[in-house]
């Protein structure tokens, strides 16, 4: 039996940006909901389904539950995004700024044009700065964990003979 080297080893793109875009929504939604449990925020883990759900069926276990699902559901659509379009940018400022992006996105213009989330002027400090942290450290966790797969830093790691 002859072994492939780590430079011929291929990674499923779509399968990869699946698994990390899974591990982001539970990793970070399950952070949102400790942040909106110890009120540092006022967004609800469901707030990307505000508009289908009534905000007090949000607040119950069962809501959040559906909240945290569609947050995963969410981070697997935004790692198959940075995939087709990012994935050969190195480094974590890339995903950085494509969480700063999505913030942006959801916070300034799509979430309340929606009903997602408030207005930036009518949002308590507390919530901006909380919600954007998350944001950029989930963009990170897709952004850099997407390029870290991609680049050739992979092929550097030593080959174990088993």
């Not at 967004?43 to 947050?71: A, R, S």
């Not at 480094?91 to 959801?106: Q, S, T």
Request: proline share 2%; with cysteine.
């Amino acid at each position: 039996m002859s072994q492939k080297n780590a430079s011929t080893i291929k990674t499923s793109r779509w399968l990869f940006a699946l698994y990390i875009g899974f591990f982001a929504g539970l990793i970070w939604g399950g952070l949102k909901i400790v942040e909106q449990y110890l009120k540092f925020t006022k967004i609800v883990i469901g707030f990307l389904v505000e508009p289908f759900f009534k905000h007090d069926f949000l607040l119950t276990w069962k809501g959040t539950l559906i909240g945290w699902g569609f947050f995963i559901l969410f981070s697997i659509v935004a790692a198959y995004i940075y995939m087709v379009t990012l994935w050969k940018l190195q480094g974590p400022w890339w995903g950085i700024a494509y969480g700063a992006a999505w913030w942006c996105l959801i916070y300034l213009l799509v979430g309340p044009l929606a009903g997602m989330t408030y207005w930036i002027r009518e949002s308590d400090f507390n919530s901006v700065i909380s919600d954007g942290c998350l944001f950029l450290v989930w963009g990170m966790f897709i952004g850099y964990s997407i390029a870290i797969e991609y680049s050739d830093e992979r092929t550097r790691e030593p080959i174990h003979k088993t």
